[in-house]
């Protein structure tokens, strides 16, 4: 139990600290996309801007708006965090070891949970656009996560198990994301809407919503949903990377192409996030309901047939 919380804390800060750089590679990255540099000023090439944003948001008076319901308002950021968090204990950690092979369930739950801390955020702030905001977050977190489910079963359908580790160690000889090339675009492209990144960015729609359902926060509350949305980015990199790309961690090569494979999908959505404009909220809901639905059922049934004939 010991060795199983410190390794969960342990996580826990390490996600944290990867979240503050993450944030400067994704300014530096969006500058060098519009030919400029980006954070530049504070210490040597601007490494330490991360921390000096910490200091200024956490130190910003908490302004506290009239017309709020004030303890789930100040609370629907922690619980964002909290569930934010609670993925990485995911991560190759003892606990894992001691789920019995039940790490995929752990994540459907965590991940389904996290809706409702967008919801009370816009709700509980009495605005019209932050409840418009996260009307928008809602209908496309739930959307998404269909499409999420089922790419998954996908994954375990060739596995033959619900354990994270054991997907990884299936992948020894050869990738999934190589027999499951399209199912690998669409998880893809459902992580970008499921944490609503640009061009899927419908919750936090500036020139209609001003800033989506965070628009009453500011300071600390605003600091806090901001580390859970990048800790959400960098678990699903995670995520990608061991579902489709995975290898065996213990192995120093192996292990090293890991994590390169990771800060590549993380880079990723920055990529994105520089290249496309932000997709319309219809043509948004026609992509998940009348394109990848039809197509992820599709393949999951050949997979499912397939893994029977060979088995047979």
Same mark, same amino acid.
């Given at each position: 139990?010991?060795?199983?919380?410190?390794?969960?804390?342990?996580s826990?800060?390490?996600?944290?600290?990867?979240?503050?750089?993450?944030?400067?590679?994704?300014?530096?990255?969006?500058?060098?996309?519009q030919?400029?540099?980006g954070?530049?000023?504070?210490?040597?090439?601007?490494?330490?801007?991360?921390?000096?944003?910490a200091?200024?948001l956490?130190?910003?008076?908490?302004?506290?708006?009239?017309?709020?319901?004030?303890?789930?308002?100040?609370?629907?950021?922690?619980?964002?965090?909290?569930?934010?968090?609670?993925?990485?204990?995911?991560?190759?950690?003892?606990?894992?070891?001691?789920?019995?092979?039940?790490?995929?369930?752990?994540?459907?739950?965590?991940?389904?949970?996290?809706?409702?801390?967008?919801?009370?955020?816009?709700?509980?702030?009495?605005?019209?656009?932050? &409840?418009?905001?996260? *009307? =928008? %977050?809602?209908?496309?977190?739930?959307? +998404?996560?269909?499409? !999420?489910? @089922? $790419?998954?079963? #996908?994954?375990?359908?060739?596995?033959?198990?619900?354990?994270?580790?054991?997907?990884?160690?299936?992948?020894?000889?050869v990738?999934?994301?190589?027999?499951?090339?399209?199912?690998?675009?669409?998880?893809?492209?459902?992580?970008?809407?499921?944490?609503?990144?640009?061009?899927?960015?419908?919750?936090?729609?500036?020139?209609?919503?001003?800033?989506?359902?965070?628009?009453?926060y500011?300071?600390?509350?605003?600091?806090?949903?901001f580390m859970?949305?990048?800790?959400?980015i960098?678990?699903?990199?995670?995520?990608?990377?061991?579902?489709?790309?995975?290898?065996?961690?213990?192995?120093?090569?192996?292990?090293?192409?890991?994590?390169?494979?990771?800060?590549?999908?993380?880079? &990723?959505?920055?990529? *994105? =996030? %520089?290249?496309?404009?932000?997709?319309? +909220?219809?043509?948004? !809901?026609? @992509? $998940?309901?009348? #394109?990848y639905?039809?197509?992820?059922?599709?393949?999951?049934?050949?997979?499912?047939?397939?893994?029977?004939?060979?088995?047979?």
């Amino acid at each position: 139990m010991i060795i199983e919380l410190l390794s969960g804390l342990i996580s826990f800060i390490c996600a944290l600290v990867s979240v503050a750089f993450f944030t400067l590679l994704e300014r530096k990255g969006l500058g060098y996309f519009q030919n400029r540099k980006g954070p530049n000023k504070v210490g040597l090439m601007g490494l330490p801007q991360p921390l000096a944003d910490a200091i200024k948001l956490f130190s910003k008076e908490m302004v506290k708006p009239t017309l709020v319901n004030m303890f789930p308002f100040l609370l629907c950021p922690f619980m964002s965090l909290f569930l934010g968090l609670l993925l990485w204990i995911l991560y190759n950690n003892y606990f894992v070891c001691s789920m019995g092979g039940l790490s995929v369930l752990l994540f459907l739950c965590v991940s389904s949970l996290s809706v409702y801390s967008v919801m009370g955020a816009g709700w509980f702030s009495n605005s019209k656009y932050a &409840l418009l905001g996260s *009307v =928008r %977050a809602v209908a496309q977190s739930i959307s +998404y996560e269909v499409s !999420m489910s @089922l $790419i998954l079963l #996908s994954c375990l359908v060739l596995v033959g198990s619900l354990s994270i580790s054991l997907i990884m160690k299936y992948q020894f000889y050869v990738w999934v994301g190589f027999i499951n090339f399209f199912m690998l675009l669409m998880w893809f492209v459902s992580c970008v809407a499921e944490t609503h990144r640009a061009p899927f960015d419908f919750a936090e729609g500036e020139s209609e919503l001003v800033s989506g359902f965070n628009v009453e926060y500011g300071g600390v509350g605003f600091a806090i949903l901001f580390m859970a949305e990048y800790s959400n980015i960098l678990f699903m990199s995670v995520l990608l990377t061991s579902l489709f790309c995975g290898g065996v961690l213990y192995v120093f090569f192996y292990g090293l192409f890991f994590y390169l494979m990771i800060g590549f999908v993380a880079f &990723l959505f920055i990529w *994105v =996030r %520089a290249s496309y404009p932000r997709y319309r +909220y219809d043509l948004l !809901m026609y @992509l $998940i309901w009348k #394109s990848y639905l039809p197509s992820v059922l599709n393949i999951l049934v050949f997979l499912v047939m397939l893994v029977y004939i060979l088995n047979f």
